[in-house]
């Protein structure tokens, strides 16, 4: 039994359970858990602030008269002729497919878009003061444009969507 506890002994007959000949050292192990808190905290908060600078809302910031009337025509739409083209100041962000485009707008009243739209688009097809959540509605006609947009104005923001013809003005 002597021989099954020396450290000589071959592999077989090597005890599982070895003598501890130092104590570990508590600090050390506390060090390295905080230096590991550490890094996983500043790799949440730069993940975190990545993720909110993706899904910002302040997209493009201009005159969204002109940038609108451009997308309706690369898109392969029509507007009738406005000179000059009233300012519409705001800050929007677009998401574009092979569908349309759809365009969130913050900082514009609805009347003041309501009347642009009417002047670049003609007057609406249909028109509701307010829809079912109480926000006003637009909806343009293909007639003049090529395309069916429509307007929704919430508080603070206002939705447009645009379906029609794409690039090649299908």
Same mark, same amino acid.
């Given at each position: 039994?002597?021989? !099954? @506890?020396?450290?000589?002994?071959?592999?077989?007959?090597?005890? @599982?359970?070895?003598?501890?000949?130092?104590?570990? %050292?508590?600090?050390?192990?506390?060090?390295?858990?905080?230096?590991? /808190?550490?890094? *996983?905290?500043?790799? $949440?908060?730069?993940? #975190?602030?990545? $993720?909110?600078? =993706?899904?910002?809302? %302040?997209?493009?910031?201009?005159?969204?008269?002109? $940038? +609108?009337?451009?997308?309706?025509?690369?898109?392969?739409?029509?507007? /009738?002729?406005?000179?000059?083209?009233?300012?519409?100041?705001?800050?929007?962000?677009?998401?574009?497919?092979?569908?349309?485009?759809?365009?969130?707008?913050?900082?514009?009243?609805?009347? /003041? #878009?309501?009347? +642009?739209?009417?002047?670049?688009?003609?007057?609406?097809?249909?028109?509701?003061?307010? %829809? !079912? *959540?109480? =926000?006003?509605?637009?909806?343009? *006609?293909?007639?003049?444009?090529?395309?069916?947009?429509?307007?929704?104005?919430?508080?603070?923001?206002?939705?447009?969507?645009?379906?029609?013809?794409?690039?090649? %003005?299908?």
């Amino acid at each position: 039994m002597a021989g !099954l @506890l020396k450290h000589g002994a071959s592999p077989e007959r090597r005890p @599982l359970i070895r003598p501890m000949t130092t104590w570990p %050292n508590p600090y050390a192990l506390r060090r390295t858990a905080a230096v590991r /808190l550490g890094y *996983d905290r500043r790799a $949440f908060i730069l993940a #975190l602030l990545t $993720f909110a600078g =993706c899904r910002s809302p %302040n997209g493009t910031k201009g005159d969204f008269a002109r $940038f +609108f009337v451009s997308e309706i025509h690369a898109r392969g739409g029509r507007t /009738l002729q406005v000179d000059p083209l009233p300012l519409v100041e705001g800050r929007w962000r677009v998401e574009r497919d092979e569908l349309g485009f759809q365009i969130h707008l913050v900082g514009v009243r609805f009347e /003041l #878009l309501d009347s +642009f739209m009417t002047s670049v688009l003609g007057e609406p097809k249909i028109t509701t003061q307010k %829809n !079912l *959540d109480g =926000c006003p509605q637009r909806m343009y *006609d293909g007639k003049i444009s090529g395309m069916h947009i429509q307007v929704i104005g919430k508080k603070g923001e206002i939705f447009v969507v645009a379906v029609g013809p794409k690039k090649g %003005n299908a």
